[in-house]
């Protein structure tokens, strides 16, 4: 997987004090927030349901520009329609439910349909399709009917279908919500490698265990940034954390619970092995 | 009165070059008061199980019977309500109230209108503020549990819900967890899920599905006892329970298992001064 097609231009997603208002909405969906997104690097969305996170999605790619403040995609506004489809080929998106986002009758047409829509070349086409489905892990299953995949593998579709793009940057919207333990692990999987190829990562979600290796998290709260920092400094304080309506999982509660009964479980402990472990060396 | 299932099995497309089995030989057993967790990973069969047990489909060998009845009667017409995956995607009516009280009114009950706005309320969604919203205008959370809210109203003494908190967040999902437990002084419940992690503290009974098989069937404290043909099925616990049970794997003395975090974090503590 490449970065931008041209590397000498400055790689970023900017939001600055981007607000969006919906019609008719008594609040705003954001409100005056200012992020960053950068090429190899994941940023974890958090929040609960409501709290702007799906609108912050779409306006990374202009499908939603903003009421006011700017989006700019290296160096591109979203409200300049010049770039708009440079900046829909720059930043890939994959929604929750894959069933929604496929369109071919087998796997590798179903990823070849969005090069081959903005134009790309044939012989280059097999050799993009053929990166995208290594890069998700489904090399081999290219004549595969995209209905006999299981649901893991749907969504890893749907993430090569957007990689087909080449993308720089790729969000994710609760990409894991509904695949079953071995999905959302295959899937995670592959972002991880997105990112290590140099990807910028927008992964929302509820589920913190999925980006607990992310480089940055922020929390939104009705509409604004309530949190920005990493991952370890959001759990430093689970108190602190769940008054801000992340989800701190559970083995991170035990964790602290057993230091206050004196275990002395590393901080960095954000698994049932390494907790059981910690337990057992004490 | 119960909802049985006896020998229950399968197949789709049966009779023809495309056959696939889906189901061999289930047995399930749900009455009043019972939270059934039907646990399997995509592809087990579990959404067809409920199916079965809904009267959807017919079995193509065994029985699946709703108080003596089969469940395809017309005389269990009502009686099992079901709750699709993405029930957000049925709504119909221009309100809310509307939409909830259909499947009361359609089975003639008494003053559907207050039922609906009794399930409303038992999803925590309050009738005097959402009930006269476009179900159309909901946020993600609030239209899952606004559909569920549909199968309560109608009152049905099985309630077969499948996925129900799938992409919800934590409040999301505590709401419709505690809202299906009110259902059970009057209904017996069945839920299906991949994860069932929400649902297994107030389980009575865990069946757990791999390729159309049971592979592990029994209350919550045999299942902890002896979790493996359960995780073997690609099911997982929790992880506060699979720390709990890591800790016995290396020696640990950890005896019963706690979900509370606090309570495991008890366990695990006293379990690490008594070892030898």
Same mark, same amino acid.
């Given at each position: ?21 919906? +019609? ?10 200012? /992020? ?30 903003? =009421? ?13 329609? @010049? ?6 080929? %720059? ?12 369109? $071919? ?20 086409? %097999? ?7 290594? *890069? ?37 919207? &609760? ?34 265990? #999925? ?9 939104? !709260? ?11 400094? /959001? ?21 602290? @619970? ?5 275990? +002395?479980?590393? %901080? ?15 | 009165?119960?909802?049985? @299932?006896?020998?229950?099995?399968? =197949? ?14 289930? !047995?399930?057993?749900? &009455? ?34 709703? !108080? ?28 809310? /109230? ?5 499947? +009361? ?20 969604? #309050?009738?005097?503020?959402? $009930? #006269? ?35 919800? !967040? ?16 009057? @209904? ?34 045999? /299942?902890? *006892? ?45 379990? %690490?001064?008594?070892?030898?």
């Amino acid at each position: 997987m490449r970065g931008p097609s041209s590397s000498e231009e400055c790689g970023l997603i900017e939001l600055h004090e981007v607000s969006v208002t919906y +019609p008719g909405a008594e609040r705003p969906a954001l409100d005056h927030v200012t /992020l960053s997104i950068v090429p190899g690097r994941t940023l974890a969305l958090l929040g609960p349901n409501g709290s702007g996170k799906s609108t912050l999605a779409r306006l990374c790619n202009a499908l939603l520009l903003p =009421t006011s403040g700017r989006v700019v995609v290296d160096g591109m506004s979203t409200v300049d329609e @010049a770039t708009l489809w440079q900046i829909r080929a %720059r930043v890939g998106f994959v929604q929750q439910n894959p069933e929604n986002q496929i369109v $071919g009758t087998v796997v590798e047409e179903d990823v070849a349909f969005g090069p081959e829509n903005l134009g790309v070349p044939a012989h280059e086409l %097999r050799s993009r399709v053929d990166d995208a489905l290594g *890069a998700v892990g489904l090399t081999g299953l290219e004549r595969r009917e995209p209905h006999l995949l299981s649901e893991g593998q749907k969504q890893r579709l749907a993430i090569a279908g957007a990689l087909a793009l080449r993308p720089a940057y790729l969000v994710l919207d &609760e990409p894991t919500a509904m695949l079953d333990g071995e999905g959302r692990s295959d899937v995670l999987a592959a972002l991880r490698r997105l990112r290590a190829h140099g990807v910028g990562i927008v992964h929302i979600t509820h589920h913190l265990e #999925d980006v607990i290796d992310a480089d940055a998290v922020a929390v939104l !709260d009705e509409g604004t940034v309530a949190f920005s920092g990493t991952p370890a400094e /959001l759990l430093a304080d689970p108190q602190a954390a769940e008054t801000l309506g992340v989800e701190v999982p559970a083995i991170v509660v035990l964790a602290e @619970a057993l230091r206050e009964h004196g275990v +002395p479980v590393p %901080r960095d402990a954000f698994t049932a092995e390494s907790v059981a472990e910690a337990v057992w060396r004490s | 009165m119960a909802l049985v @299932a006896a020998n229950l099995c399968y =197949t789709y497309a049966a009779g023809t070059a495309y056959e696939v089995p889906a189901l061999l030989g289930l !047995d399930v057993h749900l &009455e009043c008061g019972d939270l059934l967790v039907i646990a399997g990973t995509t592809g087990s069969g579990k959404s067809t199980l409920l199916r079965l047990l809904a009267g959807l489909l017919r079995p193509s060998s065994g029985t699946v019977g709703l !108080d003596g009845s089969p469940a395809s009667d017309r005389r269990s017409r009502g009686r099992a309500a079901m709750v699709f995956q993405n029930p957000e995607s049925q709504f119909f009516a221009e309100s809310l /109230l509307a939409d909830v009280s259909f499947g +009361p009114r359609n089975l003639g009950a008494q003053e559907p209108a207050r039922l609906a706005a009794d399930a409303l309320a038992a999803v925590g969604l #309050d009738p005097d503020t959402f $009930g #006269d919203r476009s179900p159309f205008t909901l946020s993600g959370g609030e239209a899952r549990r606004a559909a569920i809210a549909g199968a309560l109203a109608m009152r049905a003494p099985y309630l077969l819900l499948d996925e129900p908190t799938a992409g919800l !967040d934590r409040r999301g999902r505590r709401d419709v967890v505690l809202a299906i437990g009110r259902e059970r002084h009057r @209904a017996g419940v069945a839920v299906v899920t991949h994860d069932p992690e929400e649902f297994l503290p107030s389980a009575t009974r865990v069946l757990a599905l791999h390729a159309g098989e049971t592979a592990f069937a029994g209350s919550v404290d045999e /299942l902890l *006892a002896n979790p493996s043909p359960y995780l073997e099925a690609g099911l997982r616990l929790p992880e506060v329970v699979m720390a709990q049970l890591f800790a016995r794997g290396r020696g640990l003395p950890v005896g019963a298992m706690e979900f509370e975090p606090e309570a495991a974090a008890a366990r695990l503590s006293h379990a %690490r001064g008594t070892r030898s």
